[in-house]
């Protein structure tokens, strides 16, 4: 039996009954559209290794950074067929958890539990249509299990993911989402034994098929890629109405279907970057982080000498912070649907600097997220 409770079903039921698809309001962007460039092309420093499943498998990556030693970072890489792997800046897979069909993940940073404050990740995991819960352990650079129960999510089949830490009140939330555009908000918290819990805080609807999420914490912003129509934005906060803004829509020119991924590159003061994968074009386009999202630039990553081409990319995820001799500008990692040469996907990483120098756009490796403050545009 479902955990959702009679509330939300009722919430669903009234939802499709008025025909209350796309929320309160619906007001568009003004006059932003910017004349498309041509797609800037850089290459990735180092590949993954595949992903255990082979065909379409690999789908989205999320960054933790070392708190004492950013070279020490890893990548976490989703197996929609399998479980989780997790990757050091080389690309050598370090563990990978048979854990299910997990289709998204996100983490957070400084989440209370216990008498600590760690990171904590989230993932979408699709056998069972549940949200499933780690911690990293700094020493051997490996996930931890710390759900506290099977969370199983009220809507459909558990598809995209993305977490929200509130810097108004401090509490931490998760979004999921299925294909059919229907989205939950959970709040999550310690059990009371150092295991993270949930509870549903929020329902609304998008309209058709939508996976790609990600939250500006400092804005209290929520930006979701409905696949087929573009980029929209949700105030985040628990108590906030269905009120959105198309920040782009699909044009076959600038954002081409499918848009997939969505990540926000942080900048000190507000700036920084939203970053969105245009499937369609293989390409990621870039968009200003503050005012109206306007449109910055739009690259690709070829191949390199020795790392293939960047192809019908699913998730991404960027961070501002020097990782390392490595990636001392930043760093931006892409699922790649090629990927390997035995019918297994991967994932790309990319130096940030090297996108920011041929694109013009920001390096600011001082922004940290224990520096967030809100920000009111």
Request: glycine share 10%.
């Amino acid at each position: 039996m479902k955990t959702a409770s009679a509330l939300r079903g009722m919430f669903w039921s009234a939802i499709v009954s008025v025909g209350l698809w796309v929320g309160a309001e619906v007001p568009l962007m003004g006059d932003q559209f910017t004349p498309p460039q041509q797609s800037i092309s850089i290459s990735a420093a180092v590949e993954t290794d595949p992903v255990p499943n082979t065909g379409d498998a690999a789908d989205d990556p999320a960054i933790w950074v070392h708190p004492s030693d950013p070279a020490l970072s890893i990548i976490l890489g989703t197996d929609k067929k399998g479980g989780l792997a997790v990757y050091d800046l080389s690309g050598q897979e370090l563990q990978y958890l048979e854990d299910g069909r997990i289709n998204n993940v996100d983490l957070r940073y400084d989440f209370p539990l216990g008498d600590r404050r760690e990171a904590v990740v989230a993932v979408s995991e699709r056998s069972d249509d549940l949200l499933v819960f780690y911690t990293v352990d700094v020493e051997t650079r490996s996930l931890l299990h710390v759900t506290s129960r099977p969370i199983e999510i009220g809507i459909g089949e558990a598809y995209g993911l993305c977490m929200y830490h509130s810097v108004r009140t401090d509490e931490y939330y998760v979004f999921v989402n299925d294909e059919d555009g229907l989205v939950e908000q959970w709040r999550i918290f310690d059990d009371g034994t150092g295991q993270v819990d949930a509870e549903w805080v929020r329902s609304f609807a998008v309209g058709s098929q939508t996976e790609g999420c990600v939250v500006d914490d400092e804005r209290g912003s929520l930006y979701i890629a409905e696949e087929d129509v573009g980029i929209w934005k949700y105030a985040a906060e628990p108590d906030a109405s269905a009120t959105r803004t198309l920040v782009a829509a699909v044009d076959e020119e600038q954002l081409v279907a499918d848009v997939e991924g969505l990540t926000i590159y942080y900048a000190a003061g507000g700036g920084g970057y939203l970053i969105a994968s245009s499937q369609g074009s293989d390409s990621f386009v870039v968009y200003q982080r503050d005012g109206d999202n306007a449109y910055v630039a739009t690259f690709e990553i070829a191949a390199g000498e020795t790392v293939d081409k960047v192809t019908n990319t699913d998730g991404i995820d960027v961070v501002n912070l020097a990782l390392g001799e490595a990636f001392p500008g930043g760093l931006f990692v892409a699922q790649d649907s090629d990927g390997a040469e035995d019918g297994r996907q991967n994932f790309k990483l990319v130096s940030w600097a090297v996108i920011a120098e041929a694109a013009g756009l920001t390096i600011d490796t001082s922004w940290e997220p224990g520096q967030a403050v809100v920000i009111e545009d």
